[in-house]
Nanobody
Framework: QVQLVESGGGLVQAGGSLRLSCAAS????????MGWYRQVPGKQRELVAT???????NYADSVKGRFTISRDSAKNTVALQMNSLKPEDTAVYYC???????????????WGQGTQVTVSS
């Protein structure tokens, strides 16, 4: 029905930058919020940043001023520019989207497969 495909993870030194991208495809009628979450082993998945269809954004306090989320609604894509990376940013990053399928009357959450981000000290 809907696929979210992430790209852009990798290994970077502390202070460096990475850009994550996510593309949604499938029987999409509309997308409300899109966002990025992250998870480390043994901990709950946590919100990193979200952006709604109107463009309003929300960030975790730990990434404010360092990360920037953006989206291209025409292409159903969302990106996360991560600057001044810290070792504590190391995690698997997941793309999320609230999608209304063609013919559906409600939005449903979809997740990508995750991409590893490792920040070395």
């Amino acid at each position: 029905q809907v696929q979210l495909v992430e790209s852009g993870g990798g290994l970077v030194q502390a202070g460096g930058s990475l850009r994550l991208s996510c593309a949604a495809s499938g029987s999409i009628f509309s997308i409300n919020a899109m966002g990025w979450y992250r998870q480390v082993p043994g901990k709950q998945r946590e919100l990193v940043a979200t952006i709604v269809s109107g463009g309003s954004t929300n960030y975790a306090d730990s990434v404010k001023g360092r990360f920037t989320i953006s989206r291209d609604s025409a292409k159903n894509t969302v990106a996360l520019q991560m600057n001044s990376l810290k070792p504590e940013d190391t995690a698997v990053y997941y793309c999320n989207a609230a999608v209304k399928l063609i013919g559906a009357s409600y939005f449903r959450n979809y997740w990508g497969q995750g991409t590893q981000v490792t920040v070395s000290s």
